[in-house]
């Protein structure tokens, strides 16, 4: 089955304790990102890849580090997390072409105290 | 920046209602998406719209893209209690980066 797997999806945590969550896709697909939504802002693009060790900022990069030193994984690093990063976080992928639709992962609740 | 204005924010409806919710921006979008969130899941695409004054539907819903490119709608049809979950319209960012522009979602609730 094609699909965008999170890890973990609820993650309870203090300010500056470092975190990593995990993404992986089965789907062989070059682009992969990293969103966040927030109430009434929908989903922001914090960090994008666009094939292996091809990495760059999104709308909301602050705060944040991505690696993709393999095709299917691209995990979203939280160096020093702070509330303000609090929020919903999903993961996606798609193939390359205009016309190739983005598949989402299920999200990662993140809650920084 | 390119953004995506989508309303109304929520709506609250009696099932066997239609729905209609759009969504325009300032700028031209040469694709229209429109997905659909489950509470806890990630978005899931319902309709993609890829030329000015198309028309799509899947099942009971059916999007449009606008003539101008800088808008589009989507319509729900006699509406059913699983319908319940929040709309997002999206398009494509400006470079070819794989990245979407997401509007803040239309929250929809129906009453069995």
């Known amino acids: 089955e094609a699909q965008v797997t999170q890890n973990p999806r609820y993650l309870i945590t203090v300010t500056g304790k470092k975190l990593t969550v995990t993404c992986s896709q089965n789907?062989?697909?070059?682009?992969m990102s990293w969103y966040r939504q927030d109430p009434g802002l929908g989903l922001r693009q914090i960090y994008y890849s666009m094939n292996v060790e091809v990495t760059d900022k999104g709308d909301v990069p602050e705060g944040y580090k991505v690696s993709r030193k393999e095709k299917r994984n691209f995990p979203l690093i939280l160096e020093s997390p702070s509330p303000n990063q609090t929020s919903l976080y999903f993961c996606?992928?798609?193939?390359?072409?205009?016309?190739?639709?983005?598949?989402f992962g299920d999200g990662t609740r993140l809650s920084i105290l | 920046g390119q953004q995506l204005n989508q309303s109304p924010q929520s709506m609250f409806i009696q099932e066997g209602e239609d729905v209609s919710m759009n969504c325009t921006s300032s700028s031209i979008f040469n694709t229209w998406l429109w997905y659909k969130q489950d509470p806890g899941e990630g978005p899931v695409l319902l309709i993609a719209l890829y030329k000015a004054g198309e028309l799509t539907s899947n099942g009971r819903l059916t999007a449009q893209f606008g003539i101008t490119r800088k808008d589009s709608f989507l319509n729900i049809s006699a509406s059913i209690p699983s319908d319940v979950g929040i709309y997002f319209c999206a398009g494509p960012g400006s470079s070819n980066t794989g990245k979407l522009i997401f509007g803040q979602g239309t929250t929809l609730q129906v009453k069995p």
């Open positions: 789907m062989n697909h070059e682009y």
């Open positions: 996606a992928s798609r193939g390359v072409g205009g016309n190739q639709p983005q598949h």
